[in-house]
């Protein structure tokens, strides 16, 4: 059975519908979101609804806990603080009881957590060799779906070292324990524009992470209109 792990759709329409077909078309059998449905896009609403619609199992993000008033916006750039603000006034009570009820991790047969399993409500990033290690060692399982630096890859436990494989598909060595990054939907950070979705081959213990084109001008030109700012824009067409 296929499943699908996505993650930081932020609030973009048009990357958010492309990656959903592209989900359908492969056959895949149940959606795992691993947070930040809005922010930095103008569609936060809409993808809200789309997200609680599919009935995906969803953890939250730290732009959905800003855009409730649960992490400061001093946290965030000053590009990044205007859209939590703009996107946290938009919201509307059920929408925001949607994000309210997300929690912050989701255990089954692997860990899902936006940030790292290192403590997850602090929000942290996987970007060094020392987080990398701290995540595994709060990690319980043998694999962890997370997204939240926007560039997708695959940290592999060994004997002695925690190796980062650039593969866009990996066999899983049972002996062996796994942090996946699945990179971002809406704002991809890694130098590709396309949206960023993973879709992991449970009875083959095979990762793959898959490049979705979608219609990108529409979606910046959504965010100029808005009146957010040009910046977040701008970024979405070198995707970083």
Sequence with gaps: MTVAIFSDVHGNREAFEAVLAFCRQQGVARTYF???IVGYGAD???CIGLLRDLGACCVVG???????????????????????VWTGLRLSVEERRFL????????????LVHGTPARPEDFDYILS????????????GRLCFVGHSHRPGILVEEKDAIRFDGSVSLELDPDR?????????????????RACVCLFDEDKSRICLHRVA??????????RAAG?????????????
């Design 34 to 36: 691993a947070g930040d």
């Design 100 to 111: 309210d009820e997300l929690p912050l991790v989701h255990e089954e047969a692997f860990t």
């Design 129 to 140: 060799p020392y987080q990398a290690m701290k995540a595994f060692l709060a990690l319980g």
């Design 44 to 46: 936060p609403e809409y």
């Design 62 to 84: 730290n732009h959905d806990a800003a855009a409730l008033g649960k992490v400061e916006a001093a946290y965030f750039n000053p590009a990044a603080r205007k859209a939590v």
């Design 214 to 223: 979608y219609d990108v001008a529409r979606a910046a030109a959504k965010i």
């Design 177 to 193: 324990r796994y942090i996946v990054n699945v990179g971002s939907v809406g704002q991809p950070r890694d130098g590709d524009p």
């Design 228 to 240: 957010l700012p040009s910046v977040l824009a701008e970024r979405l067409f070198e995707g970083r």
